[in-house]
Structure formats: C-alpha cells, structure tokens
C-alpha cells in the first residue's frame, strides 16, 4: 500500500472512532424522548389507526376496546370482516360525545346534592 493510503486509512479510523465515542455520550433518556416524539408525530399524521394504536391513542387496555368494538359503543369498521380499524377523526367526536355526557352526570349530581 501506498503511504497516501494508508494516511487515508488511519484518518478514517480515526474518523470512526471519534463518531462511536459520540454514540456512546447519548443519554438513553433523550433516546426516548426522541423516539416519543417520531411516535407522537407519526399517530399525528396517520388518519385510520388499528387497535393497538389505538390502545396507544386511548391510554386504554385492549379488553375494555374489545368491549367496546363488541358493544358497538365506539365508532369502527371491518373491512375484511376481521381485522378491525378505526378513524381518528371518529374517535375524537366519540371522546368529546363521551366527554359532554360525563359532564352532563356530574352537574346534575352536583345539582341534587345542593
């Protein structure tokens, strides 16, 4: 090998060696957060959603969306007949639907008990 070459070699080594010291400073902390975010802006963009998204969306256990797909109280569809989707748009109108009746519920508690 030619000395030019091998400069060149052991400028790219050191090259990487620089680049891996800075992977390793990352704080897994700010790993997270970053991922959050991708997450966050991902659910944001997205417009038809699955129920694990929507578990995610909801802050919800799937057995209690299962109950509700199977009591017809939240807004879905099945294309292919298994495999259930859901809109966000239609989600956010049953959560300010569900949101105005729960409201409705405490006024009134709060009415007959004065």
């Excluded at 050191?14 to 010291?21: H, N, P, Y």
């Excluded at 199977?70 to 049953?94: A, D, M, Q, R, S």
Aim: proline share 3%; aromatic share 6%.
């Amino acid at each position: 090998m030619a000395k030019k070459e091998i400069e060149q070699l052991e400028q790219r080594i050191e090259l990487l060696e620089m680049q891996i010291k800075e992977l390793k400073t990352v704080e897994p902390d700010i790993i997270n957060q970053r991922l959050k975010t991708i997450e966050d802006t991902l659910y944001s963009a997205k417009e038809i959603l699955n129920m694990k998204e929507v578990c995610q969306y909801l802050d919800i256990s799937q057995s209690l969306l299962y109950k509700l797909t199977c009591n017809g109280e939240i807004p879905h569809f099945k294309p292919h007949g298994k495999i259930i989707f859901f809109e966000k748009k239609e989600l956010i109108k049953w959560i300010k639907k569900k949101g105005r009746k729960s409201s409705g519920k405490n006024r009134n508690n709060s009415k007959s008990s004065t």
